[in-house]
């Protein structure tokens, strides 16, 4: 299945996700939270200058083995991380620095892929190093993260997906076509439907409804538009695909995003059509 994921402050992709608003759990019997005082113990990690040439693969490192629940997909897990260019080792993502914990779903396609890839199995507890090539990211280049696992949180229902004839009865889902032009080679983002509410403004917390679609056979792998299926979209790195299609976008409205393979997992372009139900 053809997925794209991109780092939003998950917490995606959804539902999707969500960003955690509180103080961290307190450590349960079952081992699924850190306490607030193991949590303040942490200390900020540090990303070592990267050396040799640009990875290829996804590296995965664990610096220390949690001691908790493992990450599964449907899990809802909460993080601290710390990300920077590979290239320069010069950090410029994160959620420290008086910024909230982040929270969201693996499996819910709201973070890139090197994250849905690299943080399953991962313990609460645990700190792990990723080296996330570009096809892994959003395509602007390798990263180097050092992530947290804080929690993890209840399973949840992952969006289901399907071929374009799920069966949902949604009168305002967008139809499903085969493009009559080749894939493009940059992101295309085409207003369909002008909003009336507020715009957004990165960054920015948003709930959307959105359906992923396969560029070369026009077949739906991914739905999140039935009125029961709201994404909630976390936009804090202002070059994701999400960041940079719905910036701007009014509440009420509606967009179609024509991602490049670059952009997505590199073995094939796809579009995503979303409507803004609200900014959060």
């Not at 693969?57 to 899990?75: E, P, Q």
């Not at 792998?221 to 299609?245: C, E, I, K, T």
Request: proline share 8%; aromatic share 6%.
């Amino acid at each position: 299945m053809k997925r794209l994921a991109l780092i939003c402050g998950v917490c995606v992709p959804l539902t999707l996700a969500a960003c955690g608003g509180s103080s961290p759990p307190e450590r349960t019997k079952s081992g699924t939270a850190m306490s607030a005082v193991e949590i303040a113990q942490l200390g900020t990690p540090r990303i070592e200058p990267p050396s040799g040439p640009l990875p290829k693969r996804l590296v995965v490192k664990d610096r220390k083995v949690g001691w908790g629940a493992a990450a599964a997909a449907a899990n809802e897990v909460t993080i601290d991380y710390v990300g920077a260019d590979y290239k320069t080792g010069v950090e410029r993502w994160g959620s420290r620095g008086g910024l909230e914990a982040f929270r969201f779903q693996l499996g819910g396609y709201a973070v890139i892929p090197g994250w849905e890839q690299g943080l399953k199995g991962m313990r609460v507890g645990g700190r792990r190093e990723l080296i996330v090539p570009s096809r892994l990211a959003t395509g602007e280049g390798a990263r180097i993260y050092v992530v947290d696992l804080l929690a993890v949180h209840r399973q949840t229902k992952l969006p289901v997906a399907v071929g374009a004839s799920d069966g949902i009865q949604d009168p305002g889902r967008p139809s499903v076509r085969v493009p009559d032009r080749p894939a493009p080679k940059s992101l295309v983002v085409e207003e369909l439907r002008k909003g009336s509410g507020p715009a957004v403004e990165i960054p920015a917390e948003v709930t959307v409804k959105y359906l992923g679609i396969d560029y070369k056979t026009g077949l739906a792998f991914f739905n999140a538009w039935g009125p029961d299926r709201p994404s909630h979209l976390s936009l804090r790195d202002p070059h994701s695909v999400w960041a940079v299609g719905l910036d701007g976008m009014r509440a009420g409205g509606r967009r179609r995003l024509i991602v490049p393979a670059r952009l997505g997992y590199g073995n094939g372009a796809l579009t995503y059509a979303v409507e803004l139900l609200s900014i959060d």
